[in-house]
């Protein structure tokens, strides 16, 4: 009986995250084409580094490493360089707020310097959204509404709704496992991100690790990290 329902369940939730949701409008730029990228987490002492790859030719582009630093979960962040440039962008959050459950934003630096912005939109109990900003190069601004299970979703431009990326994972591969089991074994999930190539790939990068990443450390230590200390106003984005 059990087994039917998990079996019943999975098919849905296949079925949920078909082929059509997957679909990616081309880009306004005529010199750009959509591609996709891929990555697993690799076995690491904190299992949360990811290299990404380039599906058509299987070539690494970039390296993401989280580091989650002290106990008191002041200090998280993530660094994605690029191959083989090595060149390095940091992703940092507002530390004083990842206890709240409010809005929270996130910052891509390069050199010390903010380039891109988004933000997460929590709303309780319902989807929550993640919206990126215009910053940068990026003259316009994109939301990705997550679907329920947490690992997929379109990412849309806001201003036309086109679709200008699509992230999904599947476990052994299916989707309808990685959305029922959630698994965060190193080597079990392929996770992947098709794109127009109208966002900055180091920006869908950053949204779709960042996602799954921080709220899932938050879950599994809430009953041994200590609270964080008070926001003094002004504090902002956390310093490395």
């Not at 929270?104 to 993640?130: C, F, H």
């Not at 316009?140 to 990326?165: M, N």
């Amino acid at each position: 009986m059990l087994l039917t329902f998990f079996t019943l369940a999975v098919t849905f939730l296949s079925s949920f995250h078909g082929v059509s949701t997957q679909h990616v409008d081309p880009s306004t730029n005529p010199n750009s084409t959509i591609e996709s990228f891929s990555f697993f987490r690799k076995w690491s002492w904190s299992n949360k580094d990811f290299d990404l790859t380039a599906n058509h030719n299987s070539t690494q582009v970039m390296k993401l490493r989280t580091s989650v630093a002290t106990h008191w979960l002041t200090r998280f962040g993530l660094t994605v360089t690029l191959v083989p440039s090595q060149e390095q962008f940091k992703v940092k959050i507002n530390s004083a707020g990842i206890w709240c459950g409010f809005e929270q934003t996130y910052k891509i630096k390069k050199d010390g310097k903010t380039i891109y912005q988004y933000m997460i939109d929590p709303r309780g109990l319902n989807v929550d959204r993640w919206h990126i900003k215009k910053s940068g190069n990026l003259t316009q601004s994109y939301t990705w509404k997550r679907h329920a299970t947490g690992l997929a979703g379109v990412v849309k431009r806001d201003d036309t709704h086109k679709k200008v990326a699509y992230f999904k994972a599947e476990t052994f591969g299916s989707t309808g496992l990685a959305a029922a089991l959630h698994s965060t074994l190193p080597g079990t999930t392929n996770y992947t991100i098709i794109t127009n190539g109208e966002v900055p790939l180091v920006v869908l990068v950053s949204v779709y690790e960042g996602h799954f990443d921080l709220p899932r450390y938050l879950l599994e230590h809430a009953g041994t990290l200590a609270l964080p200390k008070p926001f003094t106003p002004g504090q902002g984005i956390m310093t490395w």
